[in-house]
Structure formats: structure tokens, C-alpha cells
């Protein structure tokens, strides 16, 4: 008789909390990541963990990229580019504070790009700022930017993380306690644990951001950020990792569930310095041996779109070319009998540890074993593959997501691990970085995708997902990943 | 009593300086060069060269391990790569977690253990023997990860009694008490499940002895020779046992129950600092958890000392 009084004195709390008292919208929101940043600043770490909470949130640049990867006005409300497109004249917000109150204008552009490609800068994308031939600050919210070329991604990378605005003031403690000029401000650390936001009250549009806090709670294990979410203990888990439960966020109201892409095309690199790797035959023959909708199940648990090439299928420009290597067995074993390899071939494949390598590794090694190629499956860590595969171009196959967006023009990159080299496709990235208008840019991006299919430079394998978790109440969320980002600028309780 | 301890004190501190080459040179050959790691797969050379000075990977291998052990003498930890904050720091944030989680976790066992372990020796053969025997097989053959994921299910998906994982910080005492209580379970499990077998068979080899034939022929009751002959004797294999568990619950079982749970201990600190390289970090947690682990084994050494004689006076220890 006792058991079932409590049980009813129980079930009157829960039905009270429940009830509560006039439902007040919640104006905070906890995200769950799989990693904690090493750091907090973007321009100083190529860790996506990094760009995951400050992007937009704490952080801004000249430009923005949005959630549907489109170029946005950022701290610059507007830009003009010169004839030759070389110029680039920023006209920048004005008004605008850094959280520690100190004042936004072209001086702070100036230093923190000069920063970015100086003498001991240690930013991941030096790349990005080797174009700037010079910077002008004419008064306080202009910035003129020369490049000694034509650069067709400049303004997209200046939209990037890696080009987000510091000030002289504060940078040098970025790392752990950032201060930028976003909706958000930085409030606490609690390393291994949590990093805690809290609304800027003097950020320039006083209806953003719609949330007081933030909190990012990291949780790698994949079993508890679905214990995490199901718990309550989490709002949303923008990049969850336990794709075998997501069925289950389906089917329950309570969560929605969202199925985007990010800009990784997931591929299976060759090492074209090795033999028989430089034999286009035996690139054929590998192609023609994967199988994409079997990986997918088997890896992705059928999340992930197929790619034919290396470009991102939600991307303008992409050209379907997922048919031209059909999955045949014998054909793959005429062509490597053609390229001498009739007795069969040995392998090793390199492995670093996200799961879609490591359990994709394992379905691609299987269906190569049924063409006659015996493949030496070897894990590793990050660091070592890092220093081993991507530095020391030790290895013969390797299966790696590449996150960059519009990133086709790593295979032209020499150095690089991949070792691909092709006069014909080194001559369209040429002429594609020299133009900046979009329809020329969009075909020389199908001829580009034509030619390292017709070359089979890599084995592609599919367009990694972004699937996100999130309590029905939560909207405002990017669905894509065009960015490393969670921006929660624009994210809100409906309920 | 002084030799014995100066003796024990001498070969913890040469232990302690031989594991401080063996970890250097481990980490040098380790392969991963922290600063790659850190700027990525987009890193120039130059940015690379800029970030290892900075890091202070371009001094010569002995020199910096000279410099690392002139650190720890003087007491100071070096400044983490990646948190940018100093070790011991981190380190005490993280200790505020693990300690009381594998103290939660001991005590919890032994109040569970001990009593088991006396029953099934006293009923040996019996029912309540056979009881424990299964009770003690299951956990010791379930992992304490599964044991941790089964309890969530219960008490946080289903229950919603306590939380999923996570901690909030001794700041709010009740919250992160509850926080550390299926952790702690699930850690508890394992080692119950050791001790009682441990205390079981103890108790009963002890029960073999003459001495205890002698004090029962004597006329003294079951019960009193059992608390007054039987546990004296049969607790010192169980202090050793507890001792040699206690380092491991520290060393190894938090660092999976750590990651189960989300809490942001030392296992945790460690497996993240060896993933992203930041070699100064790992270099000094290790050597710390070295320490302890001599630390908790010099004080089993003066514990069994003082519960049995001979070790101090012969050749023991």
C-alpha cells in the first residue's frame, strides 16, 4: 500500500512540474559536441571543435557564411571590387564593440589580418591571406584590401573562422578567453566538461540573439550523447555520432531529427607516387570494386549521399557522375589482369579513427578482397596518421573525409599526400582561380569534377551527413554544415 | 621501523626517476607532432616552424627533459598546449572528480564485499555461499561500461532519478553527489565482486587454521571466534588486494567510466592530452599517477607492517 502511494504522490509532482507554473519559454539551450576545442581561437587551430562554438556566436569576420552556405554581410555591411578584380573596398559596420567594450573599426582588420599572415603567424589557413598584397585603412570604417592576383574564394575566405576580426587589445588571450564582437560573449571554461555563453546585451541588433546562455557540453562517447539527449541532460546534438539510434529519435515526438550534409566529400585516396597506385587501370579496377550503397549501409547506416567525384551533390556546379564506374566485380578483374595484376594485388590501407574511416575500412577492404587485392588494414590515431599519411606520404590507401568547402583544388596542391599529378586539371584550377564569375566558375568546377573522375584520382565514396538531434522545442539551427559552425545567433525555444 | 621506511623511501624515489626516462623517451618516439596536430591538414610549413618555436619543440630532446624534471623538483608543472592553463591546475579540477568518484566507489565495495565474503565463508557450500559465488562472477565478468549503460537506461531514461552523466561542480554539493552515484555503482560493481571472493577465500584458509580448531576446542562460540581470531587474520591478503584495486580504480577503471559517464576526470584529462599530443600534460599526469600508485603501495607495505609483524623485521618489504 505504501509503494502505491508514493507512486501516486509521484505521479502528482511529475504532473505538477509538468503543469508548472505558466510555462515561461525557455531562454537557454545546451548543445552536446563529440569534442572539446583545444582552444578558443579560430585563428590560431585548424580544430572544427574551435569554429563549433565561437563561429558567429562569439566571433565575426568581413563576411559570413550562412547556413545554406551563401555569402552574407558580416562586420563589412557591404564590399565594392575593382574592374580588375583585385580591389576589394570593405565598408564596415559602424557602431560595433568588441566584448570588453573597446571599439570595432578598420584599424582592427588591419591588425588582425596582418597578424594572420605574419613572419610567427599561426593561423591554419595562412593560405587565405598570402593573396593581400596590401591593406589601407582610409578612415575608421573603410578597409581596402589589394591582391597581387585574382583570388575567386577571397570572399568566402574571409568568411571563414580562420578570418574572423580580434583586436590588438585582446588577442593574445583568445586561446582561453575569447572576445570578439558576436551575440554571444564568453562567460566559463570548465575544462572537460562545459563552455558556457551568455547573451551580449550591447551586440548592434537588440532582437539577437533570442537566447541568455548557451552551454556546450562534450560527451565523445556515442551511447552517451544518446543517453545524454533521451536523459534531458542535452537540447540538441548538431553532429551526433550514434547514426544506429537515430530510428529511434524518429519515432519519438518528443525530438526531431535533421538529416544535412557538410562539405566532406569522403573519399578513398590513392597514393599516386606508388606503384601500381600510378596505374590508371588499377585505379579503374578499384572503383569499379566499391560498392557505395553497401558502404553507406554498412558504415553510415545509410546515411551519407554517394559522390562520383569530389564535389558536394547540395553545392551548384556538381554534376552527377556516381554511374561512371558501376559496381562490377569482373570488370575490375579483366582490368587489373590488363595491368599485369591477374595473380592479384597487396595493399595497405591506413585508417584514422572516425568511425566512417574505420568501419568503412572494413566494408572496403572486403569488397577489394573479391577483385584479388589483399589490403593490410592499419589504425591509427590522428597524430600518427597525420605525421605518417599526410606528411610522410607513407601509405598505399587511405580513407579520409575532406571538410574544406570547395576544396576540389587539393588534388592540384604539390605537395600534398595525395601525390596527384595531371597538366590538364592543374590548368582548369588555374583558370578557376583567376575567375570570379559565377557561371565561368560553375563549368570549369564540372570540367574539374570530369577529369578526376576520368582519372579516378581517388576511390569517391560518399558526401559525409550531418545529422542532427534536437528537442522538438528547438529551432533556429543550421540543418548543413557548410561550415564548421553552431551558430545559435538566430536559434529560439517554439515551446 | 626507520630502516624499513628509509629503505621503501629510497626505492619509490628511484622508481619514480627511472619512470620519468621511460616516459620521456616514450613520448619522443611516439609518432604525432602536437603542433600538425593542432593546425591541421590546411598547415604551411612556415606556420608549422612558427607554432613548434612557440611550443618550445625545437630545443633538443635532453635539454627539455632536464628542463621538465627541474620543473617538477621545484614543484611546477609546465602550461598545457592546448588548455593554455598550468598542470596543476587542471589537474586539481580534474582530481575534485576522479578522487571522490573511486573513493565513493571503494567504500561502496567494501561495505558490500566484506560482509558478502564473511557469509559465503561462514555458509561455505551452502545457499548464501552460492549467492555470492554468482553474484561475484557477474561482476566480475560484466564490464563495468555495459553495468554503467544498463544503469542510465534505468535510473536517468527511464526513472529520471538521477542524471545521465556530466558534473556540475562541488559547488552545488547535492548535484554533484548524484552526479558521481552511477558512476560510482557501476565502478563498485567490479570490485565488490572481487573483494568478496578475496574476503571469502581468506576467511576461509583462515578457518583451516589450528589456532582456530584450538580457540573453538577452548569452548569460545562461533561468532566470537570469527570476529576476534578469523578477521584479524584473513585481512591482510584483503588489504592488499584493496590497495592494489584502489590504483587501478584511479589509474584505469575512471578513465572508461570517465568517458561512459562524461565526467571530467583524470582518465578523461589523460586520453584527451594523449589524443591531441599535448605532450606536457601527459608527460605529468602519468608521472602523478606513477606517484600515487607507489604512494598507495608504500602505504599497503606499512599497513600489512603494522598488521603483521614480520615484514618489518626480516627481509621483507
Do not use: C
Request: no cysteine; hydrophobic share 45%; proline share 6%.
Amino acid at each position: 500500500m505504501r509503494k502505491i502511494s508514493l507512486l501516486v504522490a509521484g505521479a502528482a509532482v511529475a504532473a505538477l512540474s509538468l503543469a508548472g507554473p505558466a510555462q515561461a519559454q525557455r531562454r537557454d539551450l545546451v548543445i552536446g559536441m563529440a569534442l572539446e576545442p583545444p582552444h578558443l581561437d579560430p585563428t590560431a587551430g585548424a580544430a572544427a571543435a574551435i569554429d563549433e562554438i565561437t563561429y558567429q556566436n562569439v566571433f565575426e569576420g568581413l563576411t559570413r557564411i550562412d547556413g545554406e552556405g551563401q555569402i552574407v554581410p558580416g562586420l563589412a555591411e557591404r564590399w565594392d571590387v575593382s574592374e580588375d578584380g583585385r580591389t576589394y573596398t570593405f565598408h564596415l559596420r559602424k557602431g560595433v564593440k568588441f566584448h570588453d567594450g573597446t571599439g570595432f573599426d578598420s584599424a582592427d582588420v588591419k591588425f588582425a589580418f596582418d597578424r594572420a599572415r605574419g613572419a610567427d603567424s599561426v593561423n591554419a589557413q595562412k593560405g587565405y591571406f598570402t593573396p593581400i598584397e596590401s591593406i589601407e585603412t582610409p578612415d575608421p570604417a573603410t578597409v581596402v584590401i589589394r591582391l597581387s592576383k585574382v583570388d575567386g574564394q577571397f570572399l568566402s575566405n574571409m568568411g571563414s573562422g580562420d578570418a574572423v576580426i580580434v583586436a590588438p587589445e585582446s588577442a593574445g588571450g583568445n586561446r582561453q578567453a575569447p572576445v570578439g564582437t558576436g551575440p554571444f560573449r564568453f562567460s566559463r571554461w570548465t575544462p572537460g566538461d562545459r563552455i558556457e555563453l551568455v547573451r551580449n546585451p550591447e551586440f548592434r541588433d537588440a532582437s539577437t540573439p533570442k537566447l541568455d546562455k548557451v552551454t556546450f557540453r562534450f560527451i565523445a562517447d556515442p551511447a552517451a550523447q544518446m543517453n545524454a539527449l533521451r536523459g534531458g541532460d542535452i537540447d540538441a546534438f548538431p553532429l551526433f555520432g550514434a547514426y544506429e539510434s537515430v530510428p529511434l529519435f524518429q519515432a519519438d515526438s518528443q525530438f526531431a531529427v535533421d538529416e544535412g550534409s557538410t562539405e566532406g566529400e569522403t573519399i578513398l585516396s590513392f597514393n599516386h607516387r606508388r606503384k601500381p597506385l600510378d596505374d590508371l587501370r588499377v585505379r579503374r579496377a578499384i572503383s569499379h570494386a566499391l560498392d557505395r550503397r553497401e558502404i553507406i549501409e554498412g558504415a553510415q547506416f545509410g546515411y551519407g549521399v554517394p559522390i562520383g567525384s569530389f564535389f558536394p551533390p547540395h553545392r551548384e556546379g556538381y554534376v552527377d557522375l556516381t554511374g561512371v564506374y558501376p559496381h562490377d566485380v569482373a570488370k575490375a578483374k579483366a582490368l587489373l589482369a590488363e595491368a599485369g595484376h591477374a595473380s592479384g594485388l597487396r595493399l595497405t590501407l591506413k585508417l584514422p579513427p572516425p568511425p566512417y574511416a574505420r568501419r568503412g575500412g572494413e566494408i572496403v577492404a572486403a569488397q577489394l578482397a573479391k577483385v584479388g587485392i589483399q589490403v593490410e588494414i592499419i589504425p591509427m590515431e590522428w597524430a600518427q596518421w597525420l605525421e605518417q599519411v599526410f606528411r610522410g606520404n607513407d601509405f598505399d590507401l587511405t580513407i579520409v573525409s575532406h571538410v574544406e568547402p570547395l576544396d576540389i583544388g587539393i588534388f592540384d596542391r604539390d605537395p600534398y599526400y595525395l601525390g596527384y599529378r595531371n597538366p590538364q586539371f592543374a590548368a582548369v584550377m588555374a583558370e578557376l582561380n583567376g575567375t570570379v564569375d559565377p557561371a565561368g566558375r560553375k563549368a570549369l568546377y564540372e570540367r574539374a569534377q570530369r577529369i578526376l573522375t576520368e582519372d579516378a584520382a581517388a576511390g569517391f565514396l560518399f558526401q559525409l551527413p550531418k545529422i542532427g538531434i534536437r528537442k522538438a522545442g528547438v529551432a533556429g539551427l543550421w540543418k548543413n554544415a557548410p561550415v564548421p559552425a553552431n551558430d545559435v545567433t538566430a536559434a529560439f525555444w517554439t515551446r | 621501523m626507520i630502516a624499513f621506511l628509509a629503505r621503501r623511501l629510497v626505492a619509490t624515489l628511484a622508481t619514480l626517476l627511472a619512470a620519468s626516462v621511460v616516459v620521456f623517451l616514450v613520448l619522443e618516439v611516439l609518432p604525432g607532432d602536437p603542433a600538425l596536430l593542432m593546425l591541421g591538414t590546411e598547415a604551411r610549413p612556415d606556420t608549422l616552424a612558427a607554432l613548434r618555436g612557440q611550443m618550445g619543440l625545437d630545443q633538443p630532446a635532453p635539454l627539455r627533459y632536464a628542463a621538465w624534471l627541474g620543473d617538477m623538483a621545484s614543484g611546477q608543472f609546465g602550461v598545457s598546449y592546448t588548455y593554455g592553463r598550468p598542470v596543476g591546475e587542471l589537474v586539481a579540477e580534474r582530481l575534485a572528480v576522479t578522487v571522490p568518484l573511486a573513493l565513493m566507489a571503494l567504500v561502496l565495495s567494501v561495505a558490500v564485499a566484506l560482509p558478502l565474503g564473511i557469509l559465503a565463508a561462514a555458509r561455505h557450500g551452502g545457499a548464501g555461499d552460492w549467492g555470492v559465488m554468482v553474484f561475484s562472477q557477474l561482476g566480475i565478468s560484466v564490464p563495468g561500461f555495459w553495468t554503467g549503460m544498463l544503469l542510465v537506461l534505468l535510473f536517468s531514461g527511464q526513472l529520471g532519478w538521477l542524471p545521465s552523466g556530466g558534473f556540475p561542480g562541488w559547488g552545488n554539493p547535492g548535484a554533484a553527489f548524484a552526479a558521481l552515484v552511477l558512476p560510482a555503482v557501476s565502478l563498485a560493481f567490479y570490485e565488490a565482486a572481487i573483494f568478496a571472493r578475496v574476503t571469502r577465500s581468506a576467511v576461509l584458509d583462515t578457518l583451516r587454521e589450528d589456532y582456530v580448531r584450538t580457540a573453538r576446542a577452548k569452548g569460545l562460540g562461533w561468532r566470537a571466534v570469527l570476529w576476534r581470531h578469523v578477521l584479524r587474520n584473513a585481512l591482510a591478503p584483503v588489504v592488499t588486494i584493496l590497495g592494489l584495486q584502489f590504483s587501478f580504480l584511479w589509474a584505469a577503471g575512471t578513465l572508461v567510466i570517465e568517458n561512459v559517464f562524461y565526467l571530467p576526470g583524470m582518465g578523461r584529462l589523460l586520453y584527451q592530452a594523449i589524443t591531441q599530443r599535448d605532450l606536457i600534460v601527459v608527460r605529468d599526469v602519468v608521472m602523478m599517477l606513477v606517484g600515487v600508485v607507489l604512494l598507495v603501495n608504500l602505504a599497503v607495505d606499512l599497513l600489512y607492517a603494522a598488521i603483521d609483524p614480520r615484514p618489518r623485521a626480516g627481509t621483507g618489504g
